[in-house]
């Protein structure tokens, strides 16, 4: 298989995967579509805000600072509003319109949907721009070398070689860190369910925070080693497995005996 084969496993093979996950999870746990619809419109919304608010910054840094002090500040405030955005897009879609959302099993559906979701569209966005370079990447290379920019070309030059070289250990590294950002939007999503739920602003702050520190770590070891950056995201990762399955995000610490109304369980599970 080429590298265009491999590049078609990697974007159809997460999308399906995706669907499959989703058609699996809503059998076994038995949450609603609505659930998983409203976590799959949260993280859109949550984009098209952080756009609107950090383009202009971002465009500000690249105009007035040195370029070498622009860069790190533009990935600043790209590690900094995701959590900010995403996990604040979650708690007004769950507090304001997915009223429903408000168990344990609703929360992981709406978690799976915004993990899902965004897998698909990065997962489907970087598999044709994959495919576009592969077919006309010495067009776009001879467009950006007329513009003078050795960094842009240098940079080309560097994606054009890594999808030349492309292998199957590639496209599982990709699908196995998308597995672990939708387990992380689970969790993300069960702890703002809880901060709607009990009204607790420091829960929505946690989760900002928790959020911020995961693409920090992602940023931060990327470019010094995968290895210590898949390891570092399976740690943390493992550690909010724990918090879903026995923690304070299992469902027997969500649910409890009462839901936020102080009505019984079962009685909080029936209310739209």
Aim: no cysteine; net charge positive.
């Amino acid at each position: 298989m080429g590298p265009l084969g491999y590049v078609l496993l990697q974007g159809i093979g997460a999308i399906v995967g995706v669907v499959v996950l989703w058609l699996v999870a809503k059998r076994k746990l038995g949450f609603r579509w609505a659930a998983l619809g409203w976590g799959a419109l949260a993280f859109p919304l949550s984009q098209l805000a952080r756009v609107a608010v950090i383009s202009p910054l971002n465009a500000g840094f690249e105009r007035f600072l040195e370029p070498s002090v622009a860069v790190t500040a533009v990935t600043v405030v790209l590690v900094l509003s995701s959590g900010l955005f995403e996990e604040s897009a979650r708690w007004v879609v769950m507090r304001y319109w997915a009223k429903g959302v408000r168990s344990w099993r609703e929360g992981v559906g709406f978690g799976l949907g915004h993990g899902g979701i965004e897998a698909i569209l990065l997962m489907g966005n970087a598999m044709v721009s994959n495919v576009a370079m592969l077919q006309f990447g010495d067009v776009v290379r001879e467009q950006v070398a007329r513009t003078g920019d050795t960094k842009a070309l240098e940079a080309l030059d560097s994606q054009v070689e890594l999808l030349n070289t492309i292998g199957f250990t590639l496209v599982a590294m990709g699908w196995y860190e998308r597995i672990l950002a939708i387990i992380f939007h689970v969790a993300m999503s069960v702890l703002i369910l809880r901060a709607v739920r009990e009204r607790k602003w420091q829960l929505w702050l946690l989760a900002v925070l928790l959020h911020i520190a995961f693409n920090t770590v992602a940023v931060t070891l990327a470019p010094v080693s995968y290895t210590a950056l898949y390891i570092a995201l399976t740690a943390f990762t493992a550690v909010v497995v724990w918090a879903l399955a026995a923690g304070p995000l299992a469902r027997r610490a969500v649910d409890g005996s009462r839901d936020v109304a102080g009505l019984p369980a079962n009685v909080g599970k029936q209310m739209p």
